[in-house]
Structure formats: C-alpha cells, structure tokens
C-alpha cells in the first residue's frame, strides 16, 4: 500500500465513538445540565446513559435510536415502532437472549439474519449466533431499555402462538422494522459488472486424477499442528491417504482439485469457517454425497452436537477433546455407508456446468432479464458452491432486484472466497453505506484501496474515506 493509502488506513485504527450525550447536545435535544443529572442518575440505574435519558423523560426513545445510529455507524431499530415475526426469535433461545441484550428481527433471504444489540461492538456474540443459526448477522443497534422490553414481550406474544409482535407505537399489522439510518455521504462510485470477460478470472484449480481402485482419499482439516499429525499417523496406518490443510480456502482448494472421500473439518478455522463449508458441500449437487464428520469443542452458550447435522448438514460431529478409536470407526463406517466416491469426471462436469451457466446468467444481466439471471445464478451455486463468479454473479442479480441486504450476503461470499476481488469490495462498500452500515463501509473501502486497479480509482476512495471520516 501506498504512503498515502498508509495514512487513510491508519486514521480508522481504531475508531473512537463521539459521546452519545455529545451527539443529543449537538443535535439540540438535550441541555448540558440535563446530561449532568443523567449522569449522575446513571450511577445508581446502572443502565447506558441513553436509556437512562429516556428513563428520566429528558428525550424520547427514537431520538437516543437515532443517536445511537450515528454513534455506531449502523443503523437503528426503533423496536416500540416495529412489527416482527414471531418465527423470527426461534433462532435465538429466550433466556440467551435476555441475558445477551440481543432481539432477533428478521430474516433476509435465506442466508442472513438481522440482529439488534444494545452492544453492537460484540463480534464474538455475532460469530456465535451465526454459528448457532447458521445465518450470517447483520448488526443493527438498539436501546437497552426498548430492546429489554421487546424481547420480554416478543417471546411472550411467541409463547401464546402469537404470529406477530406488535411494538406499543407500531402502525403495522404486517412485519415491518422502523429503521433508523445514521447520517451517510453518497458513495462516488457505483456497483457495476465486472469488465473483463469472464474467461480472464482464475479458473477453478485442476483436478487431481484418480486411478480405478487406489485408497480412499481423506481430507483432514484443522488448524492445530497437533492434532492434524494424529489424524494423518492415524487415518495412514489404517491405509487411507490423506491429505490436510490447515486454514478455510487452502481446505476449499484441496476439496476442489482432490475431490476426497470423507472430510474430516475443524469448525473454528480461519479465512472460512468449518461450519460454512460443510454448508457449500451439503448444498452443492456434486459435493453433497462427500461425507463430512464435524470436529470441534462446543462453542460457548450452545450444544452444536444437537443441532450441526440439522443446521449444516453434517454426516457426524465428534466433539473435542476425541478418542482416535472413535474419528476411526466413524470414518470406516460413512465410507461403507456412502457406497464409493465421487470420481474426478463427474466434479470436472460440475465445473464445465457451472461456468456455462454463469457466463449465461452475466448475458442475462447485462440485458436486463434480472428474474433470468436470478435462476442462473442460483443453479450456479448449486453446481459449484465454491466458485466466487457464482456468487458475485447472485450478488449483481440481487442488487439489480432492489434485494440490498440479500447483496451484501452474496457479496461477502465473494470476497471470503476471493479477498481480493476490487469490484465485489467496491460493491459491497456501496451496498454497506447506502443501508446505514458505515463501520462497514469504512472496513471495505479500506480493503479496496488496497487492491484498487487504477490511481484514478485509489485517489477517489482516498478522498472518500476522508468524507466519512
């Protein structure tokens, strides 16, 4: 990067969040001496200084919302003037959720989740629930005092069969979220198709033949030295090759051209983690048939055992610390019960499929058919789950059809699988800041100044960022 590119970078480690008494002062809805009061009241109701305000009756829920907003960069939920879905806060227990201050909102297509937080910093929280839910979260932010009040009635309406929960000010029958967006700068560039043609992106990796009758072919993934040498001893002396990775996309090459028998996958692996990918494996046409035994300690606050083959589709899930006599018997018994392997033709057809169709769905885009191009897309993934111009291809269908969170899911699965990739990082920086997620938009134009293709380009995302900023 960059001596300039340097300096813009350094001015976002780490940000600092103004005072959200400063914010309400400035906004003209709150007098400095009502703060010093809140203040001190604050002391004893050990509640944010927001929720205290609204307490006193110094300034209404919405306004500390929207405060909140701006504070974070993400966007607000005022929770009293929504309606939600019932079915939503299945995702979350009631007692994780109270004791956690998050409310579940709403589902986005099929792979995401809205999230409110009174504490949206918490990633780890993040992490877990997406885990937990096998949805990627997107965070918006919440008042303690509405948020704690939600979630007691909300699971309540739930408990009593209720199909929706109604906030005291909602105007909704139906589900609806009042959001609350934090002030945003219009983004200099626009989402846009990739230019080059699509016989000049990286191919998917060669795929490693296999002679009729050699050993069963296992892939074992963890990122802990350790363990990945007991596995390889173990599984080599009962006449199995083996091959290994240790981090998310190095195990998604490996999969791809090795085309294994059985997947042995840690879930808490960097890059990409074990629970997605065994996600793309079972979702995948040809990959689906792979066995994969899930390997991994529970994580806090949930029991993945219970859940991991429902939510991911595992074959099998061996908690750590294991037995090797047991890794050892479950892998014998998938691989008599999966009746053979896949062979390396039938992933090569995969590949051939899943190019043709993408290269289809581009034309159908570029000329306006979205549903055409929506379908495509979704028989891409299907196809080869792992393939980046799959996604993007899914990303760019569902901007087009005004499905901007359904976006911003597709596109980060884009840039998981291929850092890299300046236009699905300009993309989603776009998407993010155009639906109030600011933190987020700073955090991809970051990255897509690393990889900006001209100077042209570098010195505008420099001068935005300094707008943001």
């Not at 009174?118 to 303690?144: C, H, N, Q, W, Y």
């Not at 909300?154 to 009593?160: C, G, N, P, W």
């Not at 037995?323 to 998938?334: F, P, S």
């Not at 891409?380 to 792992?386: E, H, M, N, S």
Request: charged share 25%; proline share 7%.
């Amino acid at each position: 990067m960059d001596e300039e590119a340097s300096a813009v970078t350094d001015r976002i480690q780490p940000e600092k969040h103004v005072p959200l008494g400063e914010i309400l002062i400035r906004k003209g809805v709150l007098r400095r001496p009502q703060l010093d009061d809140a203040l001190v009241a604050q002391g004893s109701s050990l509640l944010p200084i927001g929720s205290t305000l609204v307490r006193l009756g110094f300034v209404e829920e919405e306004v500390v919302a929207a405060a909140l907003a701006e504070q974070f960069g993400l966007p607000a939920v005022d929770i009293m003037a929504s309606t939600l879905d019932t079915k939503v806060l299945g995702v979350v227990p009631k007692e994780v959720a109270s004791s956690h201050r998050i409310l579940p909102l709403a589902f986005t297509g099929d792979k995401a989740l809205n999230l409110g937080l009174a504490k949206p910093g918490e990633k780890g929280l993040l992490d877990e629930i997406a885990f937990a839910s096998g949805r990627s979260t997107l965070p918006f932010v919440l008042t303690r005092i509405g948020l704690e009040k939600a979630v007691h009635a909300a699971y309540e309406a739930r408990a009593r069969g209720a199909e929706v929960w109604k906030g005291p000010r909602s105007t909704h029958d139906e589900p609806h979220l009042e959001i609350i967006q934090p002030p945003a700068v219009e983004p200099p560039l626009e989402p846009e198709m990739p230019g080059p043609a699509l016989e000049a992106f990286p191919e998917p990796p060669k795929i490693n033949p296999r002679r009729e009758g050699s050993k069963p072919r296992i892939l074992a993934v963890d990122d802990e030295p350790e363990i990945l040498e007991i596995l390889t001893l173990s599984l080599q002396s009962k006449g199995y090759e083996v091959v290994t990775a240790s981090r998310g996309r190095q195990a998604l090459e490996l999969l791809r051209s090795e085309v294994p028998d059985l997947v042995l996958l840690d879930a808490m692996l960097p890059e990409i983690h074990g629970f997605e990918l065994c996600s793309s494996i079972k979702q995948s046409e040809h990959f689906r048939r792979v066995p994969v035994i899930m390997i991994s300690a529970i994580y806090t606050g949930w029991n993945f055992s219970q859940d991991v083959r429902r939510i991911y589709g595992a074959d099998d899930y061996i908690e750590k610390p294991f037995k090797i006599k047991e890794v050892l018997h479950k892998v014998e018994h998938l691989l008599e019960k999966s009746g053979g392997r896949p062979k390396a033709p039938e992933a090569e057809k995969a590949q051939r499929d899943s190019k043709r169709v993408i290269k289809l769905g581009f034309e159908r885009l570029r000329s306006g058919e979205v549903p055409a191009a929506l379908a495509a897309a979704e028989q891409a993934v299907r196809l080869d789950p792992f393939e980046w111009r799959a996604h993007y291809l899914s990303a760019s269908a569902m901007n087009a059809a005004g499905r901007f969170y359904e976006a911003i899911s597709a596109y980060e699965r884009v840039v998981e699988l291929d850092p890299g990739q300046f236009n699905a990082l300009k993309n989603l920086a776009v998407l993010y800041e155009r639906q109030g997620f600011k933190a987020k938009a700073v955090e991809m134009w970051t990255r897509a100044l690393e990889v900006s293709p001209t100077d042209a380009v570098r010195q505008t995302i420099k001068a935005h960022l300094v707008d943001l900023l």
